[in-house]
T-cell receptor, first 113, second 112 residues
């Protein structure tokens, strides 16, 4: 299946831990993104990579570090997790350009206890 | 700057009712406009889009017209079904850019 797939689907962890979320797309897109969706469903972009290069880095704590080993993968590593990091994280991909729609993964629900 | 404002939810309708979800935007230049839908437990999916003024996007019985004079892109459907229950997001992006600006989402519940 052609898709954006992210793992894990659910992630429950304690404060202070370090965790990673993986994302892969097989759509041949050259741009990938991480979005955070809070409990009120508000979506905010965190990062965007184009051909493995960082092009958008919104105001996100340094504890969040994206890694793009190739243009089909964009992983998100989070250090020293905090309660406020609990949210659903969505990976997405698209072709370059404002007219190209985003294709989203199904999300990773992160719960920090 | 760029921003999207959409009507507060939640919206509850009976099956076969008419749906309107309002969306207005602020942007420089000529953005592309989108509606995305998020079904429970899933990621967002593109529902429809319009890339220039007066364009009408349509899909699955949903329609939205790009109105530059009122900076609006309201979503409409003539007869909703229970399966349309989801959260709907209006969004815009600038030509050549790689960032979507989303509205806050509107939860629609359709009851039989």
């Amino acid at each position: 299946d052609t898709a954006v797939s992210q793992t894990p689907k659910y992630l429950v962890t304690q404060m202070g831990n370090d965790k990673s979320i993986k994302c892969e797309q097989n759509l041949g897109h050259d741009t990938m993104y991480w979005y955070k969706q809070d409990s009120k469903k508000f979506l905010k972009i965190m990062f965007s990579y184009n051909n493995k290069e960082l092009i958008i880095n919104e105001t996100v704590p340094n504890r969040f570090s994206p890694k793009s080993p190739d243009k089909a993968h964009l992983n998100l590593h989070i250090n020293s997790l905090e309660l406020g990091d609990s949210a659903v994280y969505f990976c997405a991909s698209s072709n370059t350009g404002g007219n190209s729609p985003l294709h989203f993964g199904n999300g990773t629900r992160l719960t920090v206890t | 700057g760029n921003s999207v404002t959409q009507m507060e939810g939640p919206v509850t309708l009976s099956e076969e009712a008419f749906l309107t979800i309002n969306c207005t935007y602020t942007a420089t230049g000529y953005p592309s406009l989108f509606w995305y839908v998020q079904y429970p437990g899933e990621g967002l999916q593109l529902l429809l889009k319009a890339t220039k003024a007066d364009d009408k996007g349509s899909n699955k019985g949903f329609e939205a017209t790009y109105r530059k004079e009122t900076t609006s892109f309201h979503l409409e459907k003539g007869s909703v079904q229970v399966s349309d229950s989801a959260v709907y997001f209006c969004a815009l992006s600038q030509t050549g850019a790689n960032n979507l600006f989303f509205g806050t989402g509107t939860r629609l519940t359709v009851i039989p």
